[in-house]
């Protein structure tokens, strides 16, 4: 029997590829070929290449929401991609298309759509991003992570998930996460994470404390490339990574509270995983606000505390970490009562019942 193909699609950032890896242990234990359209120079070509997955490079220009230059030829390179695309997908004869959304994926459903190949999208976020509203129209379905996304998708295309997450997050080892850091001493350990890239703001606002928080914390400080901070390295009880992959687990193990970004993958990574955290959700300012969305949901349902970038101040910060730190059980048990599961198993569903 001909052996079923996927070509799955997403980039621009780490969030755009990670759920993809998710769903990868299970589409090749049902036997699915798997490969992957990105481009060049995306963060998405290393991720997958370091997964062994044939990986496909087409061109694709950035869709802005504000005025840029670029945004006058990069609409060119995007129609360049689609040719591009459909063409791989034409020669490759996959079965479906699973797409995590991000600029490149635009070229990559359109040319799926040219082929007459079904497309299963994914989106994280609350509101639908910029690609995947130029995209939905050419999906047949489109998984969503919040239940308040539902309406947001037309054409009944859209269907409750949750966000995949990855297996081997829930095999972390708490012992082993202190031993990578050296924390011999039994203080309770907060990890900040900024996102892919990293943030400025939460990685000024935890240096500029970082004496008083290391009275009552260890800190495992994720603070993106480019971001490691010299004069610490040596720094007692304070561990900076640029990026973490393999130990990832291990460190979220041992990890009591958390600071974060309120992207959807990260925040529910925390849920599943039942962390307590404190949400600083970009700025509507350099967003399109839908981690602000994220995080109020999240608030509502009591599984986070949140703070919005521009209330960020010394005083405020540590007050909120002694807060989330003394009411650490509260989030648990209200984050160990949601209905929101895994998402691998819902998506696996889909690509299942549409693969042609």
Do not use: W
């Not at 040219?114 to 999906?139: Q, W, Y």
């Amino acid at each position: 029997m001909k052996k079923l193909k996927i070509i799955m699609t997403g980039g621009g950032s780490a969030g755009h590829v990670t759920p993809n890896l998710a769903l990868i242990p299970k589409l090749k234990e049902l036997g699915y070929d798997i490969q992957y359209i990105g481009t060049e120079n995306g963060i998405e070509r290393k991720i997958i290449e370091d997964e062994k997955i044939r990986y496909h490079i087409i061109s694709s220009g950035k869709l802005r929401r504000y005025f840029d230059i670029k945004n006058f030829t990069d609409p060119f390179k995007v129609i360049k991609g689609v040719f591009e695309a459909k063409n791989i997908i034409k020669r490759e004869k996959p079965n479906i298309v699973f797409s995590k959304g991000g600029f490149v994926s635009v070229p990559v459903v359109i040319g799926a759509y040219l082929n007459r190949v079904p497309v299963i999208a994914h989106e994280s976020d609350m509101t639908p991003g910029l690609a995947n509203k130029i995209a939905a129209p050419f999906c047949t379905k489109v998984c969503v992570t919040f239940p308040e996304s539902i309406n947001k998708i037309k054409n009944n295309k859209g269907v409750l998930t949750g966000t995949p997450i990855r297996n081997k997050l829930f095999d972390g080892s708490k012992i082993r996460g202190r031993q990578i850091c050296g924390f011999e001493d039994k203080k309770p350990i907060l990890l900040v994470i900024g996102g892919s890239l990293g943030s400025k703001v939460i990685n000024d606002a935890i240096r500029e404390e970082l004496d008083d928080l290391l009275v009552k914390f260890n800190i495992i400080h994720i603070c993106g490339k480019g971001n490691l901070e010299g004069k610490l390295k040596n720094k007692k009880g304070y561990m900076q990574f640029e990026y973490v992959k393999e130990d990832l687990p291990h460190l979220m193990a041992a990890t009591d509270i958390f600071v974060s970004r309120a992207g959807a993958n990260v925040i529910f990574e925390l849920l599943a995983l039942r962390k307590p955290n404190l949400l600083i959700p970009l700025s509507a300012k350099a967003s399109r606000g839908d981690q602000i969305l994220n995080a109020a949901s999240f608030e509502k349902s009591g599984y986070s505390m949140v703070i919005q970038e521009e209330e960020i101040n010394s005083k405020l910060l540590i007050k909120k970490l002694d807060e989330l730190y003394n009411e650490k059980e509260k989030y648990k048990k209200n984050m160990s009562s949601s209905s929101i599961s895994n998402g691998v198993e819902e998506i696996i569903k889909l690509i299942k019942k549409y693969t042609r």
